[in-house]
T-cell receptor, first 113, second 111 residues
């Protein structure tokens, strides 16, 4: 199992550009989460999903969109990038029923200039 | 809204000493996580605590959960330099399955 994979690892965006951060898990987990971590800070929940076709807002959803068309994939879309979105983005997943572990991807480091 | 508070936020301690990190949360939860993060890395799962009174131990780290007090502790025994890292607790909201993180405790162990 590859676990949770994220692409790209690094990205520099100009203000106003858009991009999609990819997240895929191969553990057949129903629950998936997107977090952002600003330098020296904790993790803030952006969006999450409890299953294919179901998404909901977290603590800091403004400026982002998500979709969950399959169990495996949970892409995060940034529209009109702003410097305040400079952060490290982590995707995570959990089965919620078996081992209850929340598995994290390696992260995407995004800089908006 | 669920609030998760960790303290202390920064901790510098000598090798060989014991210390405890506290995690308080504000609403009902059946699941609490502890993670370790090294600089520039992703999060490494340490413990998942599922019930009141749960206690788990791995090496020099021991975590416990008191759901009635809405409190979890991460106890470090005879600290060693390799345990220097940032430690996060995270709590599952029963109501809607959000998992919310505390701000983290940056632990620096002096040799």
């Amino acid at each position: 199992n590859a676990g949770v994979t994220q692409t790209p690892k690094f990205r520099i965006l100009k203000i106003g550009q858009s991009m999609t951060l990819q997240c895929t898990q191969d553990m057949n987990h129903n629950y998936m989460y997107w977090y952002r971590q600003d330098p020296g800070m904790g993790l803030k929940l952006i969006y999450y999903s409890v299953g294919a076709g179901i998404t909901d807002k977290g603590e800091v959803p403004n400026g982002y969109n998500v979709s969950r068309s399959t169990t495996e994939d949970f892409p995060l879309r940034l529209e009109l990038a702003a410097p305040s979105q400079t952060s490290v983005y982590f995707c995570a997943s959990t089965s919620g029923t078996k081992d209850y572990e929340q598995y994290f991807g390696p992260g995407t480091r995004l800089t908006v200039t | 809204e669920l609030k998760v508070e960790q303290n202390p936020l920064f901790l510098s301690m000598q090798e060989g000493k014991n210390y405890t990190i506290y995690c308080n949360y504000s609403t009902t939860s059946d699941r609490l996580y502890w993670y370790r993060q090294d600089p520039g890395k992703s999060l490494e799962s340490l413990f998942v605590l599922l019930s009141n009174g749960a206690v788990k131990q791995e090496g020099r780290l021991m975590a416990s959960l008191d759901t009635k007090a809405r409190l979890s502790t991460l106890h470090i025994t005879a600290a060693v330099h390799d345990l220097s890292a940032t430690y996060f607790c995270a709590v599952l909201m029963n109501r809607d399955d959000k998992i919310i993180f505390g701000k983290g405790t940056r632990l620096h162990i002096l040799p």
